[in-house]
């Protein structure tokens, strides 16, 4: 089974694992800062998604960084480094029902209803997508909805399903998303994000701004230019693009307001 972490593919980072000294604060490169978090490079990654590690810009772009002082934070915590991988842990469809004493297909539909956002997904031999959930999120939802783990789902809910509604692909680019804004550094580059999940064409006229945002957004694909995508990167930027027409135009309406703040903060130079 290939895995697929959205958050390396739309994120590569370099290999240089030597610290760093940044406005007189040391930094550290993720590689390094997920040795001393005692984390494989995919929990980090995973770590970052769910915003229990702090991140900051590196220099001119380059890859992001992480302070002494977070790892210090991080590292003082109780229960370091244990509670810290426990929360990153992954379950799959089958465990998260596990988790939850539900039967798989109960799952299946809580998720597909957009209940609960998957963290990762993978893309299995027969290429079809596996969709895997923070183990931590999947017990607190059992938590705060037991309702749902018995009897018959609400009727508004059945009756989407029967419909063929399948919101985790959607809930996995609204977290997506969400992260990236967290991540971008300027109103460009926050209207850049939102642009990833869009053609930015569709609500941006003006080509010179339409040019600045497809040069600033999220790539999905870590090729070399001219070499031929991976099957994990063709089905990133296919997960990247908005489907729900309900989603599209709240992307559409979220790309507007960015543009517009976007041009009042910074005016493009002509």
Not at 20 to 46: I, S, V
Not at 95 to 104: F, P, Q, R, S, T
Not at 221 to 227: I, M, N, T
Request: glycine content about 8%; overall charge negative; charged content about 25%.
């Amino acid at each position: 089974m290939t895995v697929i972490d959205s958050s390396t593919v739309l994120h590569p980072s370099v290999d240089d694992a030597s610290p760093r000294d940044t406005r007189g604060d040391a930094t550290y490169t993720a590689h390094w800062a997920a040795k001393e978090l005692l984390l494989t490079r995919a929990q980090f990654e995973l770590a970052v998604l769910r915003g229990l590690v702090t991140t900051v810009a590196g220099e001119e772009g380059g890859p992001r960084l992480v302070t002494r002082a977070e790892l210090d934070r991080l590292q003082s915590d109780d229960g370091f480094p244990v509670t810290l991988s426990d929360r990153v842990r992954l379950a799959g469809t089958a465990e998260a029902a596990d988790l939850l004493g539900i039967a798989k297909d109960r799952f299946t539909r809580i998720v597909k209803a957009g209940l609960l956002a998957p963290a990762r997904f993978q893309l299995n031999r027969y290429r079809s997508v596996v969709w895997h959930y923070f183990a931590e999120e999947v017990r607190e939802f059992g938590a705060a909805h037991p309702d749902l783990l018995v009897g018959r789902a609400p009727e508004p809910m059945s009756r989407r399903l029967r419909g063929g509604e399948d919101l985790r692909a959607a809930s996995w680019r609204d977290r997506t998303h969400q992260h990236l804004l967290s991540l971008a550094t300027g109103p460009w580059e926050r209207a850049a994000v939102t642009a990833s999940f869009l053609d930015p064409a569709d609500v941006v006229g003006d080509p010179h701004e339409r040019a600045r945002l497809n040069h600033l957004r999220a790539d999905p694909s870590s090729s070399r230019p001219g070499s031929v995508p991976s099957p994990g990167e063709l089905l990133t930027e296919h997960m990247m693009c908005a489907a729900v027409p309900e989603e599209i135009h709240g992307y559409r309406v979220l790309l507007a307001v960015a543009v517009a703040v976007a041009r009042e903060e910074v005016p493009m130079g002509r």
